[in-house]
């Protein structure tokens, strides 16, 4: 069965863009401008102290773990009240993934990820700007083995290992993302939290797993084994729309996607379940405002 996250991954086309490591001692302090990406920044040994907008400085030690969600600028320093460097000009970062300053006394492993941004509404509204999983954290066992994989990978300079690193990246995202979801009462988590709900992940799974299917809601709800008016208000409260609704706006958003990537309007409405070109259309018209092949020249004209 196709599960909703891995579903939605492989829909906004998320991929490790690049894993750095940086290693410092003595005095230092560093500003990282914001980046429209997802980020995480992993404290391999020694401690730190991160920086971010409207934020108290925050104090991180070896074994922490941090998710940036539309990544915001933020300092890391040895001292919160040390004025920052540019950390973009300070190092070689286009010939280099390793930067150092001073003596080895702190060591951070990070990594960014690119995405089509057309569909990440779903997975960035369900995430804070800020996600830490500090080491203590049950969670943290794992990460720090990831880690320890992903440090080796990138020294060592083997062959392969450009794709090893990114494959090692995408699972400590998935592992970070448990990891928040277990630290937060679930329905705060949003969609995420819904994904990994026993009962409504089902649901999310089996509609993710099958989209062309008519799906009713009492059918969903009794393959959950909860009543309709139960699964239903508890669909909405977790993911933020009704199931039936959430199904419609998932089957255009997999329609948007094929349209993108040259898909005819037949074809599309065959694969999401639409019986006619017409039901379609009228169906993507009622979430875009517009027929689908519309829709694209007005978008294509605008990028």
């Known amino acids: 069965m196709v599960d909703a996250l891995s ?10 863009a690049r894993c ?4 410092a001692g003595g005095s230092w302090s560093f500003s990282f401008p914001a980046k429209p990406a997802l980020k995480f920044v992993a404290v391999l040994r020694g401690e730190c102290w991160i920086m971010l907008p409207g934020e108290s400085p925050q104090q991180l030690a070896a074994g ?12 890391l320093a040895s001292d919160p009240q040390q004025r920052p460097e540019d950390g973009l000009s300070a190092f070689d970062w286009e010939h280099s993934d390793v930067a150092r300053h001073g003596k080895v006394e702190t060591v951070l492993v ?59 990246a995408e699972i400590l995202l998935v592992q970070v993302l448990r990891g928040h979801v277990a630290r937060q009462d679930g329905s705060a988590a949003g969609w995420i939290g819904a ?18 299917h008519g799906w009713r809601v009492d059918e969903l709800a009794r393959a959950v084994g909860m009543s309709r008016s139960a699964f239903a208000a508890e669909f909405k409260t977790r993911t933020g729309s009704p199931p039936l609704d959430y199904l419609l ?36 018209k009622r979430v875009y405002g517009s027929a689908p092949k519309r829709y694209w020249s007005e978008d294509v004209g605008r990028s």
């Open 64 to 75: 922490d773990t941090f998710l940036l969600a539309e990544a915001p600028s933020y300092v």
């Open 20 to 23: 750095t490591r940086f290693e």
């Open 249 to 284: 706006r998932w089957r255009m958003q997999v329609a948007r996607d094929a349209l993108r990537k040259g898909g005819t309007v037949a074809a599309i409405a065959a694969k999401i379940g639409y019986a006619s070109e017409s039901a379609f259309s009228t169906a993507f």
């Open 195 to 212: 994904a990994a709900d026993p009962r409504i992940g089902k649901a999310l799974n089996l509609v993710h797993d099958d989209i062309a």
């Open 7 to 16: 579903d939605l991954f492989s829909l906004i086309d998320v991929r490790s």
């Open 110 to 168: 990070a990594g960014a990820f690119v995405f089509e941004a057309l569909h990440a509404r779903l997975l960035l509204d369900s995430l804070p700007s800020f996600t830490l999983i500090p080491a203590q954290d049950p969670t943290s066992a794992v990460l720090r083995s990831l880690l320890a994989l992903l440090d080796r990978e990138m020294r060592a300079e083997q062959m392969g290992a450009a794709m090893v690193t990114e494959r090692l």
